[in-house]
């Protein structure tokens, strides 16, 4: 019924770019409205948040250590989530999950989660 694919994710220099999307393909009445959100885990560490975005995007809410350089944003449409990563640094290196929530909000247990996307940072 659920099915989240991420996309964007790549080997770039400290201080470069990156933009990930996450494209839902859904099915069911019960997935009318949904938050979405990304996470990461590192090597070794388990995953972490990252950010996340209410259904009508108008709430977002990120972790200290990407506030200020990242932007989460969403197109209802096309069932699509973007994380805009500026100012990359070597720590950002993770495989980045994209999670959906069966809610209007973000709050909470993520309910569905893609396979993954590797960004690595290094030069």
């Known amino acids: 019924q659920v099915q989240l694919v991420e996309s964007g994710g790549g080997l770039v220099q400290p201080g470069d770019s990156l933009r990930l999307s996450c494209a839902a393909s859904?099915?069911?009445?019960?997935?009318?409205?949904?938050?979405m959100g990304w996470f990461r885990q590192a090597p070794g560490k388990e995953r972490d948040f990252v950010a996340a975005i209410s259904w009508s995007g108008g709430s977002t809410t990120y972790s200290d250590s990407v506030k200020g350089r990242f932007t989460i944003s969403r197109d209802i449409a096309k069932k699509t989530v973007y994380l805009q990563m500026n100012s990359l640094k070597s720590e950002d290196t993770a495989v980045y999950y994209c999670?959906?929530?069966?809610?209007?909000?973000?709050?909470?247990?993520?309910?569905?989660w893609g396979q993954g996307t590797q960004v690595t940072v290094s030069s």
């Open positions: 859904l099915s069911g009445r019960m997935f009318s409205r949904y938050a």
């Open positions: 999670g959906l929530r069966n809610s209007v909000y973000y709050e909470g247990a993520f309910d569905y």
